[in-house]
């Protein structure tokens, strides 16, 4: 009784003592539940966003007929997207008429536009027809040589095969070259018959031409529809440069352990040039005793230095050095000629041509960009893709980035066009260290092959890429 009125009265009810361990324990869960949440408080997903944390039946209808609106919706995207695919212009085109013309015809009882739209109607369910089956055939793409050189002729084959039970029909197949397109009448075909047609592929000037994806057209005579389906990849064909070959560059030019010796002299080197006098610094191993006891003072060796063969050709690519684009196909034949020699008599070898310095840059980009010299089909494949730019290095920006970042260079060669002048071309030279032979090699098809010295500087005009060899060869005797 005191317990119950001391409730009612709202006093506190009395502490119980710690042995009451388990009835608190009991207690306890009941307290932490209090403190949960429901299922969806708190949660923040599509359902929410729609309902709220509604879940009763209104809820669950409106998301069942959410969730169905969605699929119905893909549904029909997908029938359009199919749709779209193969309805050309002209076919939208007749789709807006046809009803229009229907629907006119017969509300001003004009009984032509009538028959206009029952015709439109014919050719739409024609040209459905078209559409109808699908190709039972395999078709390959061929190219028998990867790589070609410019005006050198060079093919693609398709190959047919009917791989099905029945004849089939005629189709069209149509079979992007480069920027145009090639297009073969594939007859009918029997069961497990092939047919093979050849293509031709235009290779007059250097590059990368893309040939495919081969792709089957279904159309209707008149171009309401058309189906395409793609058959194989797209492979390259690269179009290198023309080359020429020219006498090793190894006489008169390049002076290594192999070579000649230069006139500069070494304190250790290989080959031996004369005695000298000892001089504080020399070193012990190098002194001839039998001179010196001869003559009483101490003698040491001198040798002359020799060098590793390193080549450099650095290609401009600045449109203000040529005049005209043969005068620019003329140096990248050039390079490439110049490139394939020094790999052919694996020597050390270094091509870089002129890097492009972005429309909206605020200031030139100096740098270079180095061309692969792994093997002369590398070295091919990078010269048949560079073009002249506007905003490329120059001549003298391109021999002053290379003359920084290549280091024991022996020959360099300084392959332009004929607006560079001499006096550009002297100052292109004074970028590499002492001792650099550099050879400037002007493509200018105006004039007469010739060769000229400027101030230690070889300057060869070529006209024509034959020229090339003996003008290498009048340069490396002078």
């Keep these: 009784m005191a317990d119950r009125a001391t409730e009612g009265n709202g006093a506190s009810p009395p502490r119980t003592s710690r042995k009451q361990g388990p009835s608190t324990a009991s207690t306890a869960p009941a307290r932490f539940d209090s403190h949960f949440t429901t299922g969806t408080s708190g949660l923040t997903n599509a359902r929410t ?3 709220g944390e509604r879940t009763g039946f209104l809820a669950d209808t409106v998301i069942a007929g959410v969730l169905l609106g969605r699929a119905v919706g893909g549904f029909l995207r997908r029938i359009f997207a199919r749709v779209a695919a193969v309805v050309t212009a002209l076919g939208w085109s007749m789709l807006i008429v046809v009803p229009l013309a229907l629907v006119t015809g017969y509300v001003i009882g004009w009984i032509e536009l009538v028959v206009v739209g029952f015709a439109g ?52 197949i149509e079979i992007p ?21 050849n ?6 000037r250097r590059g990368v031409i893309p040939v495919g994806p081969v792709r089957t057209v279904r159309a209707d005579p008149i171009g309401l529809v058309r189906r395409e389906l793609v058959w194989t990849d797209v492979q390259e064909l690269f179009v ?9 560059m190894s006489t008169g030019f390049i002076r290594d352990l192999e070579g000649n010796p230069t006139r ?53 690519l600045a449109s203000a050095d040529y005049a005209t684009d043969d005068e620019f196909e003329l140096a990248v034949s050039v390079t490439g000629s110049l490139g394939v020699r020094a790999i052919r008599d694996t020597r050390t070898v270094t091509v870089v041509a002129s890097e492009d310095t972005p429309q909206f840059a605020k200031r030139k980009v100096f740098a270079v960009r180095l061309l692969s010299t792994l093997t002369r089909t590398r070295l091919l494949d990078d010269l048949a893709v560079v073009e002249h730019t506007e905003s490329a290095l120059t001549m003298v920006d391109v021999a002053r980035v290379a003359g920084e970042q290549a280091s024991g260079v022996s020959v360099a060669f300084l392959v332009c066009g004929s607006r560079v002048t001499r006096q550009q071309l002297r100052a292109a ?3 590499f260290g002492m001792g650099v032979e550099v050879v400037a090699v002007v493509c200018d098809p105006e004039s007469a092959p010739g060769l000229r010295r400027i101030a230690g500087l070889s300057v060869l005009t070529i006209g024509y890429l034959d020229d090339l060899k003996q003008s290498l060869a009048r340069a490396a005797a002078a």
């Excluded at 293509?199 to 007059?204: L, S």
């Design 429 to 431: 030279s004074t970028k």
């Design 121 to 172: 109607v014919a050719l739409v369910a024609i040209a459905v027809i078209y559409l109808v089956g699908r190709s039972s055939i395999q078709i390959g793409l061929n190219i028998p040589h990867h790589r070609v050189v410019a005006g050198d002729p060079a093919s693609g084959e398709v190959i047919i095969s009917n791989m099905s039970r029945r004849r089939t029909l005629g189709v069209t």
């Design 49 to 51: 966003r729609i309902v």
């Design 199 to 204: 293509f031709g592929i235009p290779t007059a």
């Design 240 to 248: 290198h440069p023309r080359t020429v070959g020219i006498p090793s």
């Design 177 to 197: 070259v480069g920027m145009g397109l090639a297009e073969v009448a594939l007859p009918s075909l029997r069961k497990g018959a092939s047919f093979t047609h």
């Design 264 to 316: 500069d002299l070494s304190n250790n080197d290989v080959s031996f040039h004369a005695l000298r006098e000892y001089m504080p610094g020399d070193e012990r191993r190098n002194i001839h005793w039998k001179s010196t006891a001869r003559t009483g003072t101490y003698m040491v060796r001198q040798f002359e230095e020799t060098r590793r063969s390193h080549l450099m050709i650095a290609l401009s």
